[in-house]
């Protein structure tokens, strides 16, 4: 039976299905559909856009904070930093991660997409969404920042904007859950879905959660500002909220995750070292990890201390613990493969003759360090009850989360393109040296910028303000000197990380459009090669035989060393506040 055949029986003697097209890539062998691979393609341009314009605003922000520049007055600050929140942390992420949830299941199952035209819907839908957000928040009226607490109101196209890019994402994720059960039907793969794609399950349910989360609350605030909604209680609103601000994060856990995986698989042939361990891992993020949203309310007096407590231990340790096991097997698939491949010396070996001059490797390798050594440790201070006292809407939140969606989400994503521009696109990479360092600068500047508005944070640094300064306040206040020391380096690092996303748009758009042809008669080879087993690895079930990896388990050591100093020097801070002599 061909692959056009196949696409074009019904099931079960059900009426005929969409005739699929597909191509076989000669890199990896994997067949794409012509329907999927477009929607991939334009997913990925619309993310790629989008990060450039979120990347310009915060880099506005960051040199305002930098009090020697102080380049926005107060008015701009608050409209770029509402604009910079909507654009990276919701639209450059979620057409990416729409384009993840095609590549995973149509394109890994070798699958055809179950409703291309839905699919096109919701592409539109998102399109329109993120271009009215920000229509309405550049025309001036809607400067109410990421979170948009009442009673704080915004123009009815800012809710209504994100209303629509919420209904195209799910729309999105339905295509997703029917192309996998069109690949199940159609027996396209063999056995159970492969890990990467399990990944990608693991995001799209939290997703329907997110986006119903974020349904529930922002129809009746768009009828609020319509008027016809006298009063939005703002409690009720910052607790329904968080379940879309704070959860649409753990979908890009998911999906980075996933990436780490499938990257893994494709450049090196590495496979988990337990697919069960694995997808339990995955198993407790659906069950526990949105459940991280209540570190933004520990504050709040109207919630119980029996909800705090609950919330942020018991349930919160059964979330980390699926990023600690992915923070074991991810290096560790890898390290089993650079074995396998012949890199047995000492315990490092595996690691120093890695591909680190490919930017898809590199750029995951330092994206699970980062969202590991940052993200994660200062994600669990920060989810301490008694600890998040110290560090609650200050700075130290952001730097967090730059730690979790840029250091760790976004450098996935985008060494994740390094891929799909030469497998989707079939372009290779115009200027390979520009390519290999990317990942790296960019790096260097997100976990600068995380950790110095921790370090501000934790000086005290207000998370919102304007002006560190307080200029005209009419209480004088004065931080710590090294307060502005840290905002100082936060602004340098920024622009290093920008210089980063521009060496990453610039790249990805020119090798879209002038790069090197790898599709039809060419054979051409790829400048930055996947391993021999890509496709098996990355589309099949199935697990690493057990091996010695020394390597790994001296890196989780240090990561629990890390984790037991800051863990404890932070309540070494919070003692220090008891006053006890």
Known sequence: MTAIDAGAIGVAGEAPARVAK?????????????????????????????LAIGGLFGLLVALTRWQAVHLLGAEWFYLVLTAHGANVLLFWIIFFEIAVLYFASAVLLGARLAAPRMAWLGFVLMVAGALMANYAVLEGNSSVMFTSYPPMMASPWFYLSLILFAVGALVGV????????????????????????????????????????????????????????????????????????????????????????????????????SEKVSRMAFLMYILFLQLASAHHLLAEPGLSSQWKIVNTSYMMYLAVMGSMIHGLTVPGAIEAAQRRNGFTRGAFEWLRKAPWCNPAFSGMFLSLVMFGFIGGISGVVLGTEQLNVLMHNTLYVPGHFHGTVVAGTTLAFMAMTYLVVPLIFQRDILWPRMATWQPVLFG????????????????????????????????????????????????????????GGIMFVVNVVASIL????????????????????????????????????????????LFFSAFVLYYFVNWKYLSELWLFR
């Not at 559909?33 to 993310?47: F, M, S």
């Not at 399950?201 to 349904?215: C, K, Y």
């Not at 042809?517 to 057990?546: D, I, N, V, W």
């Open 514 to 557: 002038v790069g090197p042809k790898l599709g039809g008669a060419q054979t051409r080879p790829l400048t930055f090669p996947l391993h021999q087993q890509a496709a098996e690895a990355a589309s099949t079930y199935g697990s690493h035989a057990t091996v010695k990896l020394p390597g790994t388990i001296i890196l989780v050591g």
């Open 444 to 499: 260097i500047g997100a976990g600068g910028i995380s950790m110095f508005m921790m370090g501000a944070g934790t000086l005290g640094v207000a998370r919102r303000h304007w002006d560190t300064t307080f200029t005209d306040a009419p209480h004088a206040f004065e931080h710590a000197p090294g307060a502005f020391l840290m905002l100082g380096l936060n602004g340098i690092f920024a622009v290093i990380a920008a210089i």
């Open 174 to 273: 339905a295509v997703f859950f029917g192309t996998l059960m069109v690949a199940r039907q159609e027996k396209t793969y063999d056995g159970s879905i492969p890990l990467v794609t399990f990944g990608a399950l693991t995001a799209a349910i939290i997703a329907v959660f997110t986006i119903a989360s974020g349904a529930i609350i922002l129809i009746p605030t768009l009828l609020w500002s319509l008027g016809f909604v006298s009063n939005i209680d703002s409690l009720m609103y910052k607790l329904v909220w968080w379940g879309m601000g704070h959860s649409s994060q753990q979908i890009n856990v998911s999906a980075h995750v996933a990436i780490w995986y499938a990257i893994g698989a494709m450049v090196l042939g590495a496979r988990p070292l």
């Open 22 to 50: 597909y191509r076989t890539c000669r890199f990896t062998g994997l067949r794409i559909e012509a329907q999927a691979e477009a929607l991939i393609k334009v997913n990925a341009v619309a993310a790629v856009v989008f």
